[in-house]
């Protein structure tokens, strides 16, 4: 077992510690607040704040694997359930109720408090591989070839190692797994030899490596037997380095982990942590919520890409607070899943009604909860980038990335945490235009957007502002930190050799940096960042200069 699994298997048996730990007064919450109802049936607030305390136990304790008490406390909410909608109460009735509720948890406290079947046994042995450092594996009898493509490569910040003979491959492989193969197809041990030994190190793997083939064949037969070995692209010699790096960087964004923001929102605080605690292991960015009335400041700084939900909860429903949110034009698409043990299917329709998009009931299946938040995540993610996403870059567009730098302003005005910006503007960009054609230039604006995201952090907010101008946003650093850390890019940048018909080239760009020390409006830190950078342009391009 790996040791991230062991890892949440420790955290979820420690949240069912905490849980168990905390039944007795659970079940006196709810037995105190029943004799509140028993002394005054007609007290429509005790009655709710009991339906409230049932609905969680059914929810909670299914979750963490006392299924009978959790059964027996929605069997409790239903009998409640027309009381609170105005039926009277017959004294008989409420008397036998009380009777049964009391016994019934009196009981369970003595006998039922050992969890059958409980998530943190359910969670199935997986291993997964750590994304990072992206290591590469290049192998090639050609030295030279070899030597390019990893010079290229290391600018875009992966590891790169270099293995001139087919059979130290399976070796490497087994000590340190790569996150890319890039092998030739053919060599001396036979013409296909690359794509043979690709798919015996698949057999013996337990886990497939991304893999792509290198070749001076272009033939079909060639790029059949690497389509039949698995591999994930093809190249001919002499390589396009920047396509290759393309494909890898493609290949990457597949395996790698997709980081959803999820937002629990449950006043159930050990409950949350529960399912906090699997969606993280799933690779998901959470953040826990109790407190309802905090949740316009939390969808401001957290930006969920989900929110999930209970129905029942304090100070205001969760259909009150799904409809709350769609009050925003900002989040009218923000998915919104509820979890909750409420089986009544009017109940259910009236979230659906409410904006929310999914209905899962407690307990679930903690594989089923994954896939059905990542889906619906990967929707609402890839429906903005349409919106949001520059189509030749893939990063933020103009629009997008002015809203990003506002609401980081923001934020960083909350936490007083620094934060700069950067303007970019490659140098002589017509020239290369007229001089090596459109596509070259486009060329070039996919590699510096690559590279950007390749050597900057996840937190940095990278955009195409328009035309051959970049902006980005560095989140909690200085003007000075800010202008360092880009003129590695710079310096990586011109390195690069660009790949065009008539042969290589390089680019080089000109930078401007300013921080909130400047201003704390958007659009004026816009304005300063860019004179900063016609700054470097004046003073000869190619340089960073601070506002």
Sequence with gaps: MSDKNDSLQEKLLALEAIFLQKLPSKFEEITSTLQKVVERPDDKESMVVLHRHLHTMAGSAGTFGFADIGTQARVFESTLKPHLEGKAWDPAELKAYSEEVNRYFEYALKHDTKPVNGVAESVQEEERELSDPHLIYLVDDDEAQNQEITTQLEHFGYEVVRMNHLGALAKAVATRRPHVIVIELSFPEGKVAGAEEISRIKQIERFRIPTVFVSRSSSFDSRLLAVRASGDGYFTKPVDVVALTERIESLLQLDENKGYRVLIIDDDAVTSKFYGAILRDAGMNVYLLNDPTQILTVMTDFR????????????????????????????????????????????????????????????????????????????????????????????????????????????????????????????????????????????????????????????????????????????????????????????????????????????????????????????????????????????????????
């Design 304 to 547: 969920p890409e989900l929110l999930l939900m209970d129905i029942y909860m304090p100070v205001c429903s969760g259909v009150e607070l799904s409809r709350l949110i769609r009050q925003d034009n900002s989040y009218v698409d923000v998915p919104i899943v509820f979890l909750s043990s409420e089986a009544d299917l009017s109940k259910q329709l009236d979230a659906v009604r409410a904006g929310a998009d999914d209905f899962i009931t407690k307990p679930v299946a903690p594989e089923y909860l994954k896939s059905s938040i990542a889906s619906r995540a990967e929707r609402y993610r890839s429906l903005r980038a349409l919106i949001m996403r520059d189509g030749l870059t893939g990063l933020f567009n103009h629009t997008a990335i002015k809203e990003q730098l506002a609401s980081e302003i923001s934020q960083a005005g909350r936490t007083g945490s620094p934060l700069a910006l950067a303007m970019i503007d490659l140098d002589n960009f017509k020239c290369i235009n007229d001089t090596y054609g459109h596509p070259a230039g486009d060329q070039v604006l996919r590699t510096l957007a690559r590279l950007l995201r390749q050597r900057l952090r996840r937190s940095d907010i990278v955009g195409r502002y328009g035309g051959e101008e970049f902006a980005v946003i560095f989140p909690d650093t200085n003007a000075s930190t800010a202008r360092r850390v880009l003129d590695q890019v710079r310096l990586a940048f011109t390195k690069i050799q660009q790949h065009c018909e008539g042969g290589h080239f390089s680019v080089s760009f000109s930078g401007g940096v300013a921080d909130l020390e400047a201003t704390l409006d958007a659009d004026e830190l816009f304005d300063i960042a860019d004179a900063a950078m016609y700054v470097s342009k004046q003073e000869g391009r190619n340089r960073i200069s601070l506002a």
